[in-house]
């Protein structure tokens, strides 16, 4: 007999997914997936002048918003064909690989852990000497010593004295799907505790190339509005730049010694979370970092792979490819709006139509429904490194090779490279390319010096707009995975704007042809050993990172809930 389960909201930040599973013998059978908010940014944003929409566009979210500013601007430029000056480039780079080195620290300690991390057994019965032990063993950081871990024991045992556990309030504590050591429990609480620090740092950087985080404020159609004058302390001086500098060698060393160490561990020790959370095996991403004023040469490549047929990999070279721009469509069979239609973005319409009926053929999301060729596609992390990996990208390929070999000095399962596509594997990836995004945006530093250095110091090319219809897409590998924002403009004024974000790709409901959408086919035979507790339905979400103010388009008050269950 089946049991039927509702988590909603299932995020830890920026809510609106609502999860409904079936589950016959300790699995998930059938899942959907059903974003609970309307957006509408592409109503707001009808009939105003371009060279202000990244401005509203970044207030999509709250927390993915240079992406959508840096999006909405190359969308822009786009439909021009502009170029932009390469120091605007190397500063708006250095930006977003700011904005995911945060992103990603931020998903993996404080959004997901507590998934895989027992905080009570890391407060009541772990041994902070054997925990430094360990943790010595394993990685050089400075800050594993014996009073680190145990002033986060102490800490934690306070939280729970106290009965005010705040973050920790909800977990899923003593769960039977916990596994790991007390120690090991301990040490990832306390670079949880020590991630906040050096989000924090990074995020200096989105701040003084930006101006402000998040809605950064520095962006421009054309360019970035930070002027470099090297005798003004008003703008960006050499003092700025090293400063900024520094910080990235700070978080480097936090990246390469507790980031991938850690993430290699719990992988180690929970293998069998390698084999669950499987997609369709089809995958897209975007090249990232332009290192040329007409956007032909990056630092990151991406394309389009399938499982299985690597050789047949197609990247994605350039801003004005027609490859990506002329395949991605979205359907509004099963989404709250008016039609029954599949389109491309320059085409589409938002025009919301909510119904209360329960139809499970029918409309149950605000979220459309993406597809690449036709086909669903999985974006984010994984998608990246499976396409550095098959573009011979020698960053990825260094670092995939290096977590591997980690992951199987520590656990008792030797692993490859195909273990990426799955639930824990989506951790591994992310922390992989968070080592490239590091190097790269070193990369851009070391660019940006030596170009000034030369005398150049343009940041701006100024938008002329022409009479008639011009269309274009901005692209960006986002920490989520593949961001697109479509525009068509007419006579210098915005007649049509889509966002197709990686919420979208991986957080729809069924497609065109009834199949699955991403969440709901990587759920169906996941393990749920407590109906009541479903944290195996967290970790395969959540490892994902789902940030839906970026994909919804309500809740329904009138929908029966079989069961209602809470989440930290």
């Known amino acids: 007999m089946s049991e039927q389960i509702v988590i909603d909201p299932i995020t830890r930040i920026e809510g609106h997914l609502r999860i409904e599973c079936e589950i016959e013998e300790g699995q998930v059978v059938n899942a959907r997936s059903i974003g609970t908010m309307w957006r509408g940014i592409e109503t707001v944003l009808k009939g105003r002048d371009p060279r202000e929409a990244w401005l509203i566009a970044q207030r999509i979210c709250g927390v993915c918003t240079t992406v959508h500013a840096m999006a909405s601007v190359r969308a822009v430029e786009n439909a ?26 931020i998903h993996f300690y404080i959004l997901s852990a507590v998934d895989w991390v027992d905080i009570a057994s890391a407060a009541m019965k772990a041994d902070p000497r054997k925990a430094a032990g360990l943790a010595q063993q394993l990685s050089p950081w400075k800050d594993n010593s014996y009073q680190d871990f145990k002033l986060t024991q102490d800490k934690l045992k306070g939280l729970i004295e106290s009965g005010q556990l705040g973050p920790f309030s909800s977990g899923y504590w003593g769960h039977p799907a916990m596994q790991l050591e007390p120690e090991v429990n301990l040490i990832a609480a306390t670079h949880y505790f020590q991630a906040l620090e050096y989000q924090r740092k990074i995020n200096k950087v989105v701040t003084i190339l930006g101006s402000k985080t998040p809605h950064i404020q520095n962006l421009a159609v054309g360019g970035v509005a930070n002027p470099i004058n090297l005798d003004s302390p008003a703008t960006l001086t050499m003092e700025r730049l090293f400063y900024i500098k520094t910080l990235m060698d700070e978080v480097r060393n936090f990246i390469h010694q507790v980031y991938m160490v850690d993430v290699a561990a719990i992988a180690a020790m929970y293998p069998e979370w390698c084999s669950y959370g499987k997609g369709n095996g089809t995958y897209l991403s975007v090249m990232e970092m332009p290192m040329d004023d007409k956007g032909t040469m990056f630092a990151m490549p991406g394309g389009y792979l399938k499982l299985g047929e690597e050789d047949d990999f197609r990247r994605i070279s350039t801003f004005h490819d027609p490859f990506f721009s002329d395949n991605v469509k979205e359907s509004v069979k099963h989404s709250f709006y008016a039609g029954d239609w599949t389109r491309h ?45 098959a573009a011979r990208h020698k960053p990825a390929l260094q670092y995939t090779r290096w977590m591997l070999d980690q992951i199987n000095s520590i656990g008792s399962t030797r692993h490859e490279i195909d273990i990426l596509p799955s ?20 990369q851009q530093w070391d660019a940006l010096i030596n170009n000034i250095n030369s005398g150049d110091y343009t940041t701006f ?107 930290l």
């Not at 009926?357 to 409309?363: I, S, V």
């Open 80 to 105: 021009l064909n502009m170029e932009v000056p390469v120091n605007a480039q190397y500063i708006r780079n250095m930006i977003v690989g700011a904005h995911c080195l945060a992103d990603n620290i």
């Open 345 to 389: 973005p320059y085409v589409e319409e938002t025009n919301p139509e909510f119904s209360v009926k329960k139809d499970p053929q029918g409309k149950y999301s605000w979220v459309k429904s993406p597809s690449f060729l036709n086909e669903p596609a999985e974006v984010g992390p994984v998608a990246s490194v499976l396409a550095m990996n």
């Open 423 to 442: 639930t824990m594997g989506r951790h591994i990836a992310r922390s992989i390319r968070a080592a490239v995004v590091h190097d790269a945006m070193t």
């Open 461 to 567: 090319n100024e938008p002329h707009f022409p009479e008639g219809e011009a269309k274009g897409v901005g692209m960006h590998e986002a920490p989520r995975g593949t961001l697109s924002h479509w525009i068509v403009i007419e006579n210098g004024i915005i007649r049509n704007y889509q966002a197709v974000v990686p919420s979208t790709w991986l957080a729809g409901p069924m497609g065109t042809n009834d199949e699955p959408g991403y969440y709901e086919r990587c759920l169906i035979g996941n393990p749920i050993a407590d109906p009541e507790k479903p944290l195996e339905v967290l970790r395969t979400i959540h490892s994902f990172d789902p940030c839906m103010a970026c994909a919804v388009h309500m809740l329904d008050p009138q929908g029966k809930e079989f069961s209602t269950v809470k989440v």
